[in-house]
Each structure stands twice: as C-alpha cells, then as structure tokens.
C-alpha cells in the first residue's frame, strides 16, 4: 500500500498560496461551478512535476511526466525524468512498468486498495461528490485558487494518507496542484500544467494487459 502511495500519490510551509487563504465565501457557488465543470469533463491531459518531501533528508526528489485521465477511474501516469516509469489505473487493476519489467495487481480484490483508488481519482480531477462520507472537508480561497483540505475519518485510512489538499483554479476549475500528506512532515506534491480537457484521441494508453 505505500508503495502504490508512493507511486501515485499520483506543504503547508512550502507554498506561499497557504498562508493567503481564507474561508470561502460563497459555498453554494463553489459547488455548483464545481459540478458544473465535472459533470462536462470526460479526458484530461497534462503535464505534471512531482516533488516528494521526506522530512529526514536535505532535498526533494522531483521527477516529470504526462498525466492523463479519462472517465470512469482511468488514469495514466508517465514518469520521463529522472527514471522512465509507467503507472495505468484501469478496470480495478494497477499497471507499472519499469526498465521494461511489468507487473499487474487487481486492486478491486482489496477494499482498502479500491477506495484509496477511488479517492486519489476523485482529487485528482476534483470530483469531491465522492468525498462526502467518510471524510471531513475544509474550504478555502484567494484570489486564484480554492483551497480544498481533505482529511479522512478513518484512522486506518489516516495511517496512510493523513490529508490530502488540491488547489482548483478559479478560472477554469481544475485542479492545479495537488499535495498528500503521509504525516505533518512528509508529503508529495503534484504540479499540474499545459492541461487539455476533452481532446484525447488515444484510449489505448489506459490498457493493463
């Protein structure tokens, strides 16, 4: 399960963004700009950077890729740099593939594994009509982003990600960067950019065969 975090998953002192927030003012609004925009979202294509911070060490490990989504739960991640790494979420199944090696597990097996699957789906593309049970959620705003804090209720989902925070962009409502916390200290933090939304033309990059 770490390590399925780790790759996956796919800093509150980091960002300057946090310390700008405040409660948001219009609840209603926010929710229905945000069905709005997910209801019409079929694909979603991106680049991304992704920063893992480990409290014990002096720097940050930071790799680049391509990001893709497509309804319902598909997910595609290609690590390019520093290491070529592959991660396929689809049909309840976790495909990675690394120096040419493959390796397929059923997620849909594990109730634990599926609703962590359900979950970082749901925050990757804002979807947080799934959030609703089992999780507290706390809404904040500046002039550019909604700040939306996602803390389980679950001590046993806590033990694995102990928050999860998603920074949606005012103009368009994506979700612009993304951080889980695995504790207070340690977090991994995605960067999302050069987003594309309903214009993927190949399905086959979400196969798990």
């Keep these: 399960m770490k390590r399925f975090l780790i790759i996956i998953a796919v800093c509150v002192s980091a960002s300057p963004l946090f310390a700008q927030m405040h409660p948001i003012t219009d609840l209603a609004d926010f ?3 945000l069905k709005t925009s997910v209801s019409a979202l079929k694909t ?7 920063i893992k911070h480990l409290d014990m060490f002096d720097e940050d490990v930071r790799s680049t890729g391509k990001f893709a989504y497509m309804t319902e739960n598909k997910i595609y991640m290609h690590y390019a740099k ?10 309840g199944k976790l495909k ?14 594990n109730k634990m594994m599926s609703g962590m699957q359900d979950m970082i789906t749901a925050c990757m593309v804002g979807d947080l009509n799934r959030m609703k049970d089992g999780y507290n959620i706390d809404y904040q705003e500046n002039e550019k982003y909604y700040q939306v804090t996602i803390t389980p209720k679950s001590q046993t989902v806590r033990d694995y990600v ?13 979700v612009s960067e993304l951080y889980m916390f695995e504790n207070e200290d340690d977090y991994t933090r995605y960067i999302f950019s050069n987003q ?3 214009q993927l033309k190949d399905n086959g990059i979400f196969s798990v065969q």
């Design 96 to 109: 990675m593939v690394s120096d040419g090696k493959k390796s397929i597990v059923a997620l849909n097996t």
């Design 31 to 33: 929710e229905n700009r």
């Design 44 to 50: 979603i294509e991106s680049d991304f950077e992704q």
């Design 162 to 174: 102990a928050k999860i925070r998603l920074l949606l962009s005012k103009a368009n409502m994506s």
């Design 196 to 198: 594309r939304f309903n």
């Design 82 to 91: 520093p290491l070529d790494y592959l991660v396929v979420i689809n049909d």
